[in-house]
């Protein structure tokens, strides 16, 4: 480990400094497109629009035979489309691939002050983020860039788990971490056969009632993944980064799609992945406070004055815990309001009828 008088020391001659906070611009869906398919690609102006992170993703679902393709397409679509507002990402190939230098050499160089963020997939330990972290210092510098690029891990494998912790402080450039359930799931020998979301045979059962087991004993299908989800976001919080719900594969259940998102919302993530289009809506509306939640935070914040001591509000104790909670939902709701017309209305309206 660097120590701490080092952290925020450029890791190259040349190299911008290191950032002491990271920036917390909306980022409820990271939308996925592949810069090879060209279907997809044409797209990526219109969706640029109504997004908050757009991602040239260049690891898997992406054929082995088109990954310079997706290489290049994503240096002609960064150079050629103003994403105004919009972030713009990009997942590399893993660290053992035969394909991961040239990603960030020449994502680097070629459109180094266009992206945001790199995703690393795949990450073990903080060993993988050092080494990304010199080597973008050094591409930084070569390429005169001004601003760092921050990084993003996925958490995809037992060893990321196990070390999650040393990877969110790994380094000044961690900006977040996703889950990666369907590599993690492998890696674990999960018996699971999907990207991400539940399985019925996951459950827990009533007690008997009487002599036959079968007879009226319930069942609640259980979330596997609230434990990796609650550890990312602890390690994550406890860092000063942003914690992620990662893919859900099951394009058509939007129905799940949007419940396994709102549970990783209000355990603390920020964002989830857009595979589809369809999916981009799903996640605007989880990872944005509902109207009536943002009126209610309001009214909390307004009622506890200076923020201490205890008042009862529609028969429910406040005091400076739940006012904490409800400044993170204001706050959260104030920062989208500011680039949304329409949501800061939906909040004001909401928050009116309230008082
Ligand atoms: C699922 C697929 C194959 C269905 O693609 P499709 O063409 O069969 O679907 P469709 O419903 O027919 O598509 C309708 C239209 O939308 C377009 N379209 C469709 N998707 C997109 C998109 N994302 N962005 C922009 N446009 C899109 C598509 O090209 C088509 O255009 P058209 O109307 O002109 O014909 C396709 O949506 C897709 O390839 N999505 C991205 C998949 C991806 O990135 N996967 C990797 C992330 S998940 C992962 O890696 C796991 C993880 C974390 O690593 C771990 O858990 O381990
Ligand atoms: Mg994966």
Known sequence: MRSPKDFFAPLAVGAPEPLRQIPVPPSRMIHFFDPSNEKMAAKVPDIAKKVDVLLGNLEDAVRADRKEAARN???????????????????????????????????????????????????????????????????????GLTKPLLVHAILETASGVANVEEIAGASPRMQGISLGPADLAASRRMKTTRVGGGHPGYLVRTDPTGEDLNEGRTTYQQDLW??????????????????????????????????????????????????????????????????????????????????????????????????????????????????????????????????
């Open 226 to 355: 609230h434990y990796t989800v609650a550890r990312m976001v602890d390690a994550c919080a406890a860092n000063g980064i942003l914690p992620y719900y990662g893919p859900f594969g099951d394009i058509r259940d939007v129905v799940a799609c949007e419940d396994q998102f709102r549970n990783a919302f209000l355990l603390g993530c920020v964002g989830a992945w857009s595979l589809h289009p369809v999916q981009i809506d799903i996640a605007k509306k989880v990872f944005s406070p509902s109207p009536e939640d943002v009126a209610w935070a309001r009214r909390v914040i307004a009622e506890m004055g200076d923020g201490t001591g205890a008042v009862m509000i529609d028969g429910k104790m406040q005091d400076d815990a739940s006012v904490k909670q409800c400044r993170v939902v204001a706050e959260l709701a104030d920062a989208l309001a500011a680039d949304d017309p329409e949501l800061a209305a939906a909040y004001d309206a909401a928050t009116k009828e309230a008082s």
């Open 73 to 143: 397409g994503l240096v002609a679509i960064a150079k050629s489309t103003d994403f105004g507002k919009t972030q713009l990402w990009t997942r590399v190939n893993s660290l053992d691939s035969p394909w991961v230098l040239d990603d960030l050499i020449t994502l680097v160089t070629e459109i180094g002050d266009k992206l945001d963020v790199i995703m690393v997939p795949k990450v073990e330990g903080a060993q993988d983020i050092h080494y990304v972290d010199r080597l973008l210092a050094q591409l930084e510098a070569r390429a």
